[in-house]
């Protein structure tokens, strides 16, 4: 099967038509050997560069969304008002680098997952997942 019918499947199965400018946004995001970490904004100005025509920032939004509500991505809120996507939707740790605002994935090799002596009545845990937050220590620099 094409990439394109991959494509067009993910989309279908998402609830979503298979338009032009959702096929580039798939293309964007699975087409590529290595995991790939984006803000909506940066995605949407990515691929308007790409096909030399704007695309609509809903559009984005939309496909996104339906692409994370089905499973196919992973969402990363860095604080109230920023998130980051991720296409590797496995349960991992992330270095966020506020000088650069860079999402690094990092391993179990680089951080020992927590362990919770507790857990909140009523609830199960899915997963534990660790953001750490990283900026350029000014104090060594000297």
Do not use: W
């Not at 970490?37 to 990515?46: E, G, M, P, W």
């Not at 991992?92 to 909140?120: A, G, M, R, S, Y």
């Not at 534990?128 to 000014?138: C, G, I, M, P, S």
Request: net charge neutral; glycine share 2%; hydrophobic share 30%.
């Amino acid at each position: 099967m094409s990439k394109n019918n991959d494509f067009i499947e993910k989309l279908r199965s998402s609830g979503l038509r298979p338009t032009k400018q959702r096929l580039k946004i798939c293309e964007a995001l699975f087409d590529r050997d290595h995991t790939f970490h984006f803000t909506i904004n940066d995605l949407a100005k990515n691929i308007s560069e790409e096909l030399k025509e704007r695309i609509s920032l809903a559009t984005v939004y939309n496909t996104v969304h339906a692409f994370k509500t089905k499973g196919y991505l992973k969402e990363i809120s860095i604080n109230s008002d920023k998130s980051y996507f991720d296409t590797n939707t496995t349960n991992h740790h992330h270095f966020f680098d506020e000088d650069t605002n860079e999402l690094i994935d990092c391993n179990e090799e680089v951080i020992e997952t927590p362990k919770i002596k507790k857990n909140i009545l009523g609830k199960k845990i899915n997963s534990v997942e660790v953001l750490v937050k990283v900026a350029t220590d000014n104090q060594n620099q000297k």
